[in-house]
């Protein structure tokens, strides 16, 4: 469970903005990424299921985009590969500012 | 009780000078409820500094005619302090010792009579009267104080004067349950809104802290150190995390007012629990 936005997925809202009009989830580096050994630290971490597990090779990918939480990056601070960037902040606002706009 | 900030003034090298530290820092030795200034903390706004002369009644001591310390004070924001021009007070003796005496009764009574002047941000004791909307879901209440400004990730926005207060709403420690620890980023540190600073951690969950508003930490809320209980007991008040000087007040138009929030809660709040509000 998220504390930071707990309604999650699709056909929801950030700041009046329809959440898919919000470029904002996790990018995975695979060269970096190892799945932490099939422990996959991040997919555990996340409890909006945006994660989903690759295995031959062991990695990480994104399944649920839209789950993800619209200024959250906590699961790139569990990563211990530092395989996880997210968009920057700076630009999403832009572009919530310009639908709100709309 | 409210805390007196004495600022004696800058003359260290001139006999006004030298009385009124003498007198501030006899006060300060026999009362609890004095705290010494620094002109040079005051100058620099330094944030220990300026959290005690935030958050207490201000008494200026001026030494001389230049009466720096009023100066700097006038500088720094306070239109509500007490001068002392310790000359006047004690231009009827002649010794040392004597014009100390006579310095310290006068402060010493001006500090009695003093009704505080200072709003309540005193972040030890706060008291402020907070009205809440309230609302039921599940077996649970939904406090929504009146006023503020809420960001989607669930922090408050409390305008005070030129800053804003911030802290977690009562859905956010509720949903992350007992909060056994705390990190807060440092004052001085320039947050952008959205970016996130510090967070705080439950049995359930860690949860960032994300920042609702652009600005600069001029202080963050070292209490929860100790006490990271605040923020589920009293999370509008004692539990506020950090008081930052915005860039923009503007962007506050950004976030949503009390009762908007309370309908984005409550919608939240039947996700998380699954069940239909009553």
């Keep these: ?102 | 009780m409210v805390r007196k900030y004495i600022l004696p003034c800058a003359g260290y090298d001139r006999p006004g000078g030298e009385v009124t530290r003498a007198a501030a820092e006899r006060l300060a030795k026999n009362r609890d409820d004095v705290v010494i200034g620094s002109m040079g903390a005051l100058f620099m706004e330094r944030p220990g500094e300026m959290r005690n002369y935030r958050t207490s009644d201000v008494f200026c001591l001026d030494g001389c005619g230049t009466d720096c310390a009023t100066e700097l004070v006038q500088a720094r924001g306070r239109d509500d302090a007490t001068t002392l021009s310790i000359p006047e007070i004690t231009g009827s003796v002649e010794g040392f010792e004597d014009k100390v005496r006579l310095a310290v009764d006068a402060i010493a009574k001006e500090l009695d009579k003093s009704t505080p002047k200072t709003s309540s941000t005193d972040t030890v004791e706060p008291s402020r009267e907070i009205e809440y909307i309230k609302e039921k879901f599940d077996k649970f209440v939904l406090k929504v104080a009146k006023g503020l400004k809420y960001s989607d990730n669930d922090f408050w926005v409390r305008v005070e004067g030129e800053h804003v207060r911030i802290g977690a709403s009562d859905f956010l420690q509720q949903m992350t349950s007992d909060v056994h620890f705390v990190e807060l980023a440092e004052p001085e540190t320039h947050v952008d809104m959205f970016d996130d600073a510090g967070m705080m951690e439950s049995i359930k969950i860690m949860v960032e802290i994300i920042i609702p508003v652009s600005g600069t930490i001029v202080e963050s809320n070292v209490l929860l150190e100790d006490s990271p209980e605040f923020i589920n007991e009293s999370p509008y008040d004692k539990g506020w995390l950090y008081l930052i000087k915005p860039d923009d007040i503007d962007e506050l138009e950004l976030l949503r007012d009390a009762s908007d929030y309370m309908t984005h809660a409550l919608v939240k709040a039947q996700e998380e629990i699954g069940k239909k509000v009553e």
């Design chain 1, 1 to 102: 469970m998220d504390m930071t936005s707990s309604k999650s997925g699709s056909g929801t809202t950030f700041m009046g903005v329809d959440r898919e009009k919000i470029p904002w989830w996790p990018t995975i580096d695979l060269d970096m990424c190892d799945g932490c050994n099939g422990e996959y630290d991040c997919l555990k971490f996340c409890p909006h299921k945006v994660y989903r597990p690759l295995e031959n090779p062991s990695g990480i990918e994104v399944e649920n985009q839209y789950n993800c939480v619209v200024f959250c990056q906590a699961c790139s601070k569990m990563c211990p590969k530092d395989a996880i960037s997210f968009p920057a902040k700076g630009d999403i606002l832009k572009i919530i500012k310009a639908e709100r706009a709309k």
